[in-house]
């Protein structure tokens, strides 16, 4: 059987780099509309985002007649949080602000079960609602869920190469904008100072040989650096850009067409 982590971890091979959105808002159109339009991963939020357990499942079941991925951050580093969203079926969990090894490898625990992990046991999606063998989804299909931690704290980046040397993390997600902030330039992601730092975590990453990526608003020159940087992962824009600025867009041609009559 072929899982959507599979394929995921195929297109990251063949094509070097895979690109995700976010959805903050949720929704099963949204998702849907999102493997439409042909993107690798959807980055489901519960930490900034407003949805509930239902609504973010009815997200998940959207997102199931693509191909895309779904990952989902949680709120916080949190087996609690982490655990019911494993048993909606989804590819990966999405830790924020990790600062040592020891959170990295609390994020990884959550995401197994024991003895490797703590996960709670009890899968329903995650196993097609018994579809799948309920000992090959525990010897063999929950192994290939993706732990991955955000790298955006300056007290991270200290911590990194051993972060990086924490066993089953499968990658690591650059938030720029709050690492920016750890380093009292809020928001300024391209800073000199910031863009040598983010130069310093993708390094360190490559040569570790751990996939990374990162999670921004889409801007050209930014995803340029990325690419130099070698992320594997880009995650850009999210629902509420996507509406505003069409919304936005089509005022403006209408505005235009108003004066040119």
Request: hydrophobic fraction near 40%; charge should be neutral.
């Amino acid at each position: 059987m072929k899982w959507k982590i599979d394929r995921f971890e195929d297109k990251m091979k063949q094509q070097g780099i895979v690109f995700g959105t976010h959805t903050f808002w949720g929704g099963a159109t949204t998702a849907e509309m999102y493997g439409e339009a042909g993107f690798d991963a959807l980055w489901i939020d519960t930490e900034h985002g407003a949805m509930d357990k239902a609504q973010l499942m009815n997200t998940i079941i959207g997102a199931a007649s693509s191909d895309m991925a779904v990952f989902v951050r949680v709120a916080w580093n949190d087996m609690v949080l982490a655990k019911p969203i494993l048993e909606m079926g989804v590819e990966g969990i999405i830790f924020p602000m990790v600062l040592n090894a020891g959170e990295a490898e609390a994020a990884v625990a959550a995401c197994q079960y024991p003895p490797e992990g703590i996960r709670g046991f009890g899968p329903s999606r995650a196993i097609r609602y018994g579809n799948v063998d309920v000992q090959d989804y525990i010897h063999k299909y929950s192994k290939k869920i993706w732990p991955l931690v955000q790298i955006e704290h300056i007290e991270a980046v200290r911590n990194l190469s051993e972060i990086l040397k924490v066993k089953g993390l499968k990658g690591i997600i650059i938030g720029p904008c709050d690492l920016s902030g750890s380093m009292g330039l809020l928001a300024q992601t391209k800073h000199p100072e910031v863009k040598k730092v983010m130069d310093e975590i993708a390094e360190k990453a490559r040569k570790a040989g751990i996939p990374f990526g990162v999670s921004m608003s889409y801007d050209e020159e930014s995803v340029r650096d990325w690419l130099k940087r070698g992320a594997r992962m880009i995650f850009c824009d999210n629902d509420a850009g996507y509406i505003f600025d069409g919304c936005r867009n089509t005022l403006a041609n209408l505005n235009r067409l108003k004066t040119e009559r």
